[in-house]
């Protein structure tokens, strides 16, 4: 708390009256004054003090930047670490996924082959015998 000063009104109204204000303005500009600063004005001391105040504070504010800033640059490398870690896993998932449908198109490969090949084994057996049928009816 601010220690409180005495004010002198009827000083500070006598050196307005020795400065050329009337006895009513110098009373009037005293009273005016003295009730705007409440009679509490702040000495050297008091200024010190908060000067004092504000060069702590300063330093606390600079000391919890600096912190903030170690874990931040802290809490950003764990993140890139998990993420590098979660990306070699997701490319390990991908990679062995990507290996396993090409196994089962490989396989599918086969069985179309196999299918396309019975196919035109039918189709030749069926050629083969219209062929017989043909050469029976032309022999006949």
Do not use: C, Y
């Amino acid at each position: 708390m601010v220690p409180v000063v005495a004010f002198d009104t009827l000083r500070f109204s006598e050196t307005l009256v020795a400065g050329g204000f009337s006895v009513l303005q110098a009373k009037a500009v005293a009273e005016a004054f003295a009730e705007a600063t409440g009679q509490e004005l702040a000495t050297k001391s008091d200024v010190i003090a908060i000067k004092n105040d504000i060069a702590r504070l300063e330093t606390a504010t600079k000391n919890d930047i600096i912190r903030l800033e170690t874990a931040t640059k802290n809490d950003i490398a764990r993140l890139e670490a998990a993420t590098k870690s979660d990306t070699i896993r997701l490319e390990t998932k991908i990679d062995t996924v990507e290996h396993r449908l090409e196994v089962a198109m490989k396989r599918m490969e086969l069985r179309l082959i196999i299918k396309m090949g019975m196919m035109l084994t039918g189709l030749f057996t069926m050629a083969g015998g219209a062929a017989v049928v043909a050469i029976r009816i032309m022999l006949h």
